[in-house]
């Protein structure tokens, strides 16, 4: 049931009370007072609950005017709205009680209709600015939240066309995982604390808001301030002065306002780029927005641009590498990598192009185009005859999130006649740690349609461990660094022969990957582990070149 809004009617007149009470009982819970004192004792045990006040001026005990000033001193209920009636319609009867904080001012005798229209027009007026108070500053921190920062600062920009303004923003370095160490709490106390020191650095210069998570923007004018490591240093250490995280590492990016046609949105993402161009570098506190990051972002619009066209015109190519089983010395599978080559500027990076479209949501669409390659080359592969091996496909993390992926990849895989364990899915390490409960949710429905999911890039995060018992996965692919790290040490066992072990002793297969060498394929072999794919065997191909492999396989 819909509560009803509270109106508290003060009236020492009794047919007048009744009266106003008769009107607005149909809309409204109306509660009375007869003089200005007990509607104070009203006030204190309902506040803001109620939504109006009708007050009468002229009572005994406690007159209007008076109730007015105790209430506008109380900051528990000094914005509820305040309607004086009074049997005088003079004007300065109007302008005394507007003076003295009412919203607004009727006479006597009352006309229902007037008083139901101005009772629920100044409702809806307070209610909507209740809520547009609460969108303008994050409740966290106090800060302008991320919409009305974005609206005052390109108004800001707009209206100071001679003010030369800078756009400063924070990134802290895995803050994720400071919540998983210190907890969710503490890393709330952060952001307050964060919040803090830009309120009092930015001061009357400009305005701060709090955009996601970690990241903090200030827009500020520009008074010749030489920006160095030193001065971000010194904001970095007074931060850490007020929490307990004395390892806490922050990035500042600095994006100097000069191009005005750009929206503020569009300006935090460069200063948060060029933050994020000195994640990891030791003792490097801020950088600016600078030529090289502008290039950069427009080599991004141009790749931006024509993707669509590129896909519709099979610009992209899936090749495959070639996997192998190293106790039996033969091929055991295939990997599908994404290669794309442009008609005009030739055969693109997936470096450069795949970070790219996992952030503007293309990587879905590409995704699926691999998926639909893939079971198209393992249809033709049966019709012909050529040994029954797996295809391993990536699913990006806007994959895995999607509610229909196991329809999609059903439908795929049916269309092209294809078993599920045919395609092998791929999810990287990362993906894993960040939502791990929805992942081992959505893995475990489209294990149990068939599918199998291989690990890829593990070694490269730093909480597989202790996941690896919780996911439901088939193949644990071992990352090529963690591979040429651990293979160049002495032949004592390290970590990589307990981590296969550890695999083995779960049921899990183990790839490994980026294999280069003769010695590095000795060295896998001798602590057991089960695949191999690298340059030593064979580089990524088109799909033609792979099938002189299945031939050979074949024979």
């Not at 506040?47 to 109006?52: A, D, M, R």
């Not at 933050?275 to 506190?285: D, F, L, P, V």
């Not at 994404?338 to 470096?351: A, D, K, L, T, V």
Request: net charge negative; glycine share 6%.
């Amino acid at each position: 049931m819909l509560l009803q809004r509270k109106i508290l009617v003060v009236e020492d007149n009794m047919i007048n009370r009744e009266m106003l009470c008769d009107m607005l009982s149909s809309a409204y819970e109306v509660l009375d007072a007869e003089n200005g004192q007990e509607a104070l004792d009203v006030l204190k045990k309902y506040g803001e609950e109620i939504s109006l006040i009708l007050l009468d001026i002229v009572m005994p005990v406690m007159d209007g005017y008076t109730f007015l000033s105790h209430m506008r001193s109380d900051p528990s209920y000094s914005a509820i709205p305040v309607i004086v009636t009074t049997q005088s319609d003079s004007e300065a009867d109007e302008v005394a009680a507007l003076s003295h904080g009412a919203t607004d001012f009727v006479s006597k005798p009352y006309k229902p209709q007037i008083i139901l229209h101005r009772v629920a027009s100044i409702i809806h007026l307070r209610e909507t600015a209740a809520v547009m108070q609460r969108v303008q500053y994050d409740r966290l921190t106090g800060l302008y939240s991320k919409e009305f920062f974005y609206h005052s600062a390109n108004d800001m920009i707009r209206k100071n066309p001679d003010q030369e303004y800078d756009i400063i923003c924070s990134d802290i370095e895995n803050f994720k995982l400071i919540n998983d160490i210190y907890g969710i709490p503490s890393g709330d106390m952060l952001l307050c604390k964060v919040a803090d020191v830009y309120k009092e650095v930015v001061g009357e210069r400009g305005i701060c808001g709090h955009l996601n998570a970690d990241q903090f923007v200030c827009l500020v004018e520009r008074r010749g301030q030489e920006y160095s490591d030193g001065y971000f240093a010194e904001i970095n250490e007074k931060i850490r002065g007020l929490t307990d995280m004395k390892n806490l590492v922050m990035k500042w990016g600095v994006y100097q306002v000069k191009d005005r046609s750009l929206l503020v949105e569009q300006m935090f993402d460069r200063a948060l780029m060029a933050a994020r161009s000195i994640w990891g570098q030791y003792g490097k506190h801020f950088m600016f927005f600078d030529d090289e990051m502008h290039n950069k972002l427009v080599r991004e619009q141009a790749i931006t641009d024509v993707m669509e066209t590129a896909l519709e015109e099979d610009q992209f190519e899936v090749y495959l590498q070639p996997q192998y089983n190293i106790k039996k010395n033969c091929l055991s599978g295939a990997e599908a990598l994404i290669r794309w080559n442009h008609p005009e500027w030739g055969f693109q990076s997936p470096g450069v192009f795949i970070p790219l479209f996992e952030k503007n949501g293309f990587i879905t669409k590409l995704d699926q185009f691999v998926w639909r390659r893939a079971c198209a080359v393992l249809q033709e592969w049966q019709e012909r005859g050529y040994p029954d091996i797996p295809i391993s496909v990536n699913v990006s993390r806007a994959d895995i999130y999607n509610v229909n992926l196991p329809d999609i990849l059903m439908d795929t895989i049916g269309r092209y006649k294809i078993p599920p364990q045919r395609l092998h899915l791929e999810l990287t390490e990362s993906a894993y740690t960040e939502n791990p409960s929805q992942i081992i949710e959505n893995v475990g429905r489209l294990r149990e349609l068939g599918f199998l999911f291989e690990m890829d890039d593990f070694g490269s995060g730093y909480s597989s461990l202790n996941m690896l018992n919780n996911l439901p996965i088939d193949v644990l692919k071992l990352d090529m660094e963690f591979i040429h790290n651990e293979t160049a040490k002495s032949v004592t066992p390290g970590i990589l022969y307990f981590v296969i072990q550890m695999a083995h002793s779960m049921n899990l297969h183990t790839v490994a990957e980026g294999v280069e060498t003769k010695e590095q394929l000795e060295r896998l072999s001798a602590i057991d582990c089960d695949y191999v794919q690298g340059y030593y065997f064979a580089k990524p191909m088109p799909r033609g070149e792979f099938e002189n492999f299945l031939k050979d396989v074949k024979k």
